[in-house]
Structures are given as structure tokens and as C-alpha cells.
């Protein structure tokens, strides 16, 4: 099969030289942007914004005029943006480590992944070959020298640390990140026959077309049995803690914390959570953003009439003696002095069929949410002994508020002098910066280390059908320039605090090149260790590979975990690759140019 691939790459490599040839033309194609110049700004150029910078005498401290002032000539960022772009289009440099045959497969595999009717029917038949004994080792054998290669670190420890360890003298970090599924196929492969069923031989693609969302929303929801299961994923991530501790000195692994607990009493925990907060909105009737005593007494009486005055001045007083001004709170010290607990018995005590009352944990539910907190908090300590960082991934919309929750509570505990968590933001939702904003004060405030991974999102077609489905609006960005213009934001807002920490993970050249140029502007080393960009493995290696050139922090993320257990997560890449055209589109042409120069001996 590579042989075959390999004369149709030369001979449509030589048909493409012809053409050029004899056409006169002796330009070079069209690139993905246009190259820096004195002349000619960077497109996306980055604004030191002020819009979510807090107004704190903490936060001036932190972010202070200093922190926003250009300290570097445009003259200047232009000349090191120029050479970082010369670097990122030069495959005989990037790829000079790269193995030709690990290139062919890595081409092919970009190639393949463009046709994604190939992809679902790839799935599909993996799926008939690994039921039948005498048939499965070759469907393995198969996914293993492709797309496992291509997108997967390896399945055992063994397979992985030479990965690493040449990847470290290329001057590229990795982050541990245990890719095994397992009973969730059974569920993506139905999805995936039902889709095909309704699929004709010559179908109308259109159609498909918007039947494939379907497809897209395949993510990994851990399999939960009873609360053994969760103690079992406990024992999986501290083994991979301790792998990344033997690995690398700047060790980094990735967590799903719906792995430590039941996700449906997640989401209900996160509805409950919703409602709480919401209930500050609901007392600040004259829309302030602050709370005063009398406003919360008169709320308590008009929501929650059957609560006895005494046990809402109680609980005002305790409420009120955790903040700096006696006499009102703000949403945050609201947020940050609201013991869920305490509220909750509160409001049980007033006996009425209230929806916040009907969201409210029961005895055992909170019992089983303590459990999760328990195991989350074993974990992070088991990581702080042995300075591994974890990186808590986003989900669902509907465990996000949760999550969120417990993370805020880990980081509180364990970054106070150094930023063992890392939580993550998906640009691609409305509240983003918002969000981000908050938490980012909420740290200045309270004196501990906060630290951000930006991302995307991965869900979007998932959330919105669950929006339609439960009644509640829709909470992606309408378009994918606001979700670009999002995440530009918040890197500036993270950029112009010193004391933060981010991890810019993304495969999209414009926001690394945005990150860059803000860098730059702000006088920030590229080697800093609290700003790190990240790129998934078999993906972006030009962006990583310059990154890494130039003296960026960049990462890796290295899944790994048995052929059959992370089929899963191959398939969501390859549905990804055929996504981001234009960045894997750049991706195939720098390979597609270093295999023609190896080919040929011409560039």
C-alpha cells in the first residue's frame, strides 16, 4: 500500500511541477497568510484591551499600567514575527527529524481523513473485523501502523519514552494524556450504523451533511458502575501521574474529573449550582451587583417564606463575616462565601415545591459528591508530592458549572504558591471571558496561583442540540469569528497579568502567531515558564516544531492506551482533521513539499 501510495505522491507531484513549468509560472503558492513585514502588518494584530480588567486595588497592583505598556518597537516584533514565519514555512527544517516513512504515513493519513464518508466506514468495518477472533489481531495490526501512529504515542510505557525523549531535544514538552475509552464504543459505533443506515449507496451529500453532527459529539463520558469504578479511575490517574514524574522533569498529565464521579449527579450537582447562583440576581433587585443586608433579608422572605427569621439572620451573619465590607458583598464574595451546604439545608428547612428546592442534592447525593471531592483532593496532593501538574479538561455544558466548582475549591487548596491546577476555558461559549475574568479576580483576591488552559471547545453541534432540547439558550458563539475573536481576548487578558499562568493550546496559526506578537509587545521572554502554548500529537507539527525553535514552551499532548480501548479518540481526530481544513490543508503541503525534496532532491 505504500509503495502504491508513493508512486501516484511522485507522479501527481510531477504532474503539478509540469503544470507549473509550463505556465511560466515560477511563483510559489499562495501561503496561509502573508508574510510579516515592515510595510505590511501581521493581520490580527493584538490590542492591550482593558475591557475585563478589574478595578481592585489588588488587581491594580497585579496589572498595573507597567503590564500594559509596549516595551518593544513595532519595528522590532515585526523583525521577530518575520523570522518565526520564514521558520514555520521551511519543511527541510521542521521535518528533518521526521522519518520519511513516518511523513508517507502521516500524509496519508491527512489525506484519507479530508473524505470523512472513508472515515465513518473505516470505523464501521473495524468494528465487524474486531468481532470476529480470527480477524481482529489484523484490524489492530492495521489501525496500529496508521492512524494509531499517526495520532497515538504508543500502549505502553516502553513504546513512549523514546517518543519524549526525542521530542525533549527538539526542545518540545509532553503532556500524559490516558486515551482509552473503553464501553463507550458500543455506544459510537451504534451512532455511527444508524447514521450509514440512513445513508444511500449515492446519496445527497447535503443531506448527510447535516445528519454528521451527530458524529461530532462522540466525546469520552467514563462508564460508571458504582463508586468502585471511580476508585479504579483514581488508581489509572495516579499511575499516570508517577509515569509522567519518571518521564519528564516538567511533568504535565491530563484529567477528566467525570472519571472520579457519577456524571449524571454531576449534572444534576451543576443544575443545582445554576439555580444557587442565579438566586444573587433574583436579590439584587436594584441591580447594583452588590448585595446589602436588608436586600437579602426581604429576598429570603418573598422567595423562601417558610424559613424562620432567625435562621436567615443566621445564616446572613455567617455570610457577611467572611466579607471585607460588614454591610454588603459583591457577586464574587458572594460566589466565594456561599457555603453550598449551609444554603442548601437552609432552604430544604422552608418546605416548599420551589425548582430550587427540587434541585437541591438529597442526603445521599451529597454524600456521593463528597466522595469525588475526596478523590479529587487525593489525587492533586499525590500529584504536589511529585510536582506534576494537571491540566482538568472541559465537558459537556451540562457537568461544566460543577466541575467548575471543584476546581475552584482545588485551586484555592493547592496553588497557593504554585500552580499545580489548571482550568479550562472554551472560547467558543459566550461567557468565556466573563467567566475567566471572574476566576482570574477571584485569585488576586484570595492570594493563590491561578492558571488557565485556552481552548475552543469540542462540543458545539452536542451543545446546541441539548440548548433546543432542555429550553435554555443557546450558549455557543453564533459564528466562528466571535469564537476567534473569544479566544484572542482571552489571551491579551490573561498576557497582561503577570502573575497568571496559560496554556495556549490550539492548532489555529492566527491565535499562535496573536500569542506571539502579544508576548513580544509586552517584553515577555519567550522561555517564561508561565506561558506555555500546547498542539496534540500527529497534529500542527509545524507550528510545535518553530514554537519549539524559537524558545516558545510548547507541549504535546501524548495520548496513549491499548488499540482497541482508544479508538475512540482516533476517530474524533481524524473528524477534526477533515474540520480545520485550512490548518491541515498547510499541514499536508509543508509534508507534501519535504517528501517531494527528498523524492527528488529539489525543493
Avoid at 494584530?45 to 499600567?65: A, D, E, I, M
Avoid at 475509552?181 to 449507496?201: H, N, W, Y
Amino acid at each position: 500500500v505504500l509503495f502504491v501510495f508513493e508512486m501516484l505522491f511522485l507522479l501527481r507531484e510531477s504532474v503539478r511541477v509540469c503544470v507549473r513549468r509550463s505556465a511560466g509560472s515560477t511563483s510559489r503558492s499562495v501561503r496561509l497568510w502573508v508574510r510579516p513585514t515592515i510595510s505590511s502588518p501581521l493581520p490580527l494584530r493584538p490590542v492591550c484591551s482593558t475591557l475585563f480588567t478589574s478595578t481592585s486595588p489588588q488587581s491594580n497592583r497585579h496589572n498595573g499600567s507597567d503590564s500594559l505598556r509596549r516595551i518593544v518597537s513595532e519595528t522590532e516584533i515585526h523583525k521577530k514575527l518575520e523570522e518565526f514565519t520564514n521558520d514555520l514555512h521551511d519543511p527541510k527544517t521542521i521535518f528533518r527529524t521526521f522519518p520519511t516513512r513516518k511523513l508517507f504515513i502521516g500524509y496519508a493519513v491527512l489525506e484519507l481523513c479530508a473524505f470523512r464518508p472513508i472515515v465513518y466506514l473505516s470505523a464501521i468495518m473495524y468494528d465487524l473485523v474486531s468481532h470476529i477472533p480470527s480477524l481482529d489481531h489484523y484490524g489492530n495490526e492495521v489501525v496500529r501502523s496508521t492512524i494509531f501512529e499517526q495520532f497515538c504515542a504508543g500502549e505502553t510505557e516502553d513504546e513512549i519514552i523514546p517518543k519524549i525523549e526525542l521530542m525533549r531535544k527538539r526542545g518540545i514538552e509532553s503532556i500524559f494524556d490516558y486515551a482509552a475509552e473503553g464501553d463507550v464504543q458500543r455506544g459510537m459505533f451504534a451512532t455511527l450504523k444508524s447514521l450509514l443506515a440512513k445513508l444511500p449507496i449515492i446519496g445527497d451529500w447535503v443531506t448527510f451533511k447535516e445528519r454528521e453532527a451527530s458524529i461530532t459529539q462522540i466525546s469520552r463520558v467514563y462508564d460508571y458502575k458504582d463508586e468502585s469504578t471511580c476508585d479504579q479511575n483514581l488508581a489509572d490517574f495516579k499511575k499516570s501521574v508517577s509515569r509522567v514524574q519518571k518521564m519528564t522533569p516538567t511533568g504535565v498529565t491530563a484529567v477528566k474529573l467525570t472519571a472520579l464521579g457519577q456524571p449524571t449527579l454531576l449534572r444534576a450537582f451543576s443544575d443545582a449550582i445554576i439555580h444557587t447562583q442565579a438566586l444573587f440576581k433574583k436579590l439584587d433587585t436594584d441591580k447594583t451587583q452588590t448585595l446589602t443586608r436588608q436586600q437579602m433579608i426581604e429576598g429570603f422572605k418573598k422567595y423562601f417564606p417558610g424559613i424562620p427569621d432567625d435562621e436567615v439572620l443566621d445564616y446572613m451573619e455567617k455570610t457577611f463575616q467572611r466579607s471585607e465590607d460588614k454591610n454588603a458583598i459583591d457577586y464574587i464574595e458572594w460566589t466565594h462565601n456561599l457555603q453550598m451546604s449551609e444554603l442548601w439545608d437552609l432552604i430544604q428547612h422552608s418546605g416548599r415545591g420551589i425548582e430550587l428546592t427540587e434541585k437541591i442534592p438529597n442526603p445521599q447525593e451529597k454524600e456521593l459528591l463528597a466522595n469525588m471531592m475526596n478523590r479529587c483532593d487525593e489525587l492533586v496532593q499525590y500529584a504536589r508530592e511529585r510536582r506534576v501538574k494537571l491540566l482538568i479538561d472541559a465537558e459537556h455544558h451540562c457537568f461544566q458549572p460543577a466541575i467548575d466548582n471543584f476546581v475552584l475549591a482545588l485551586q484555592r487548596k493547592h496553588n497557593q504558591d504554585f500552580p499545580y491546577i489548571y482550568q479550562t476555558f472554551q472560547c467558543y461559549k459566550k461567557e468565556a471571558l466573563e467567566l475567566l475574568a471572574l476566576d482570574k479576580e477571584r485569585a488576586l483576591r484570595e492570594n493563590w496561583k491561578f492558571a488557565a488552559k485556552l481552548v475552543r471547545g469540542a462540543y458545539m453541534e452536542y451543545e446546541r442540540d441539548e440548548a433546543i432540547k432542555h429550553g435554555y439558550p443557546d450558549p455557543i458563539h453564533r459564528s466562528l469569528d466571535m469564537t476567534h475573536a473569544t479566544y484572542n481576548k482571552a489571551v491579551d487578558m490573561l498576557l497582561n497579568s503577570p502573575d497568571v499562568s496559560v496554556l495556549i493550546a490550539t492548532h489555529n496559526q492566527a491565535s499562535v502567531i496573536h500569542g506571539i506578537w502579544g508576548m513580544i509587545e509586552r517584553g515577555i521572554p519567550p522561555d517564561t515558564e508561565r506561558i506555555a502554548f500546547a498542539q496534540l500529537y500527529g497534529m500542527a507539527d509545524t507550528l510545535s516544531e518553530t514554537l519549539a525553535k524559537h524558545g516558545y514552551v510548547v507541549y504535546k499532548y501524548m495520548p496513549y492506551g491499548d488499540v482497541p480501548l482508544v479508538i475512540p479518540y482516533l476517530l474524533r481526530r481524524a473528524i477534526e482533521n477533515s474540520s480545520i481544513s485550512i490548518g491541515a490543508g498547510f499541514e499536508k503541503k509543508m509534508v507534501r513539499k519535504e517528501l517531494w525534496r527528498r523524492f527528488t532532491g529539489h525543493s
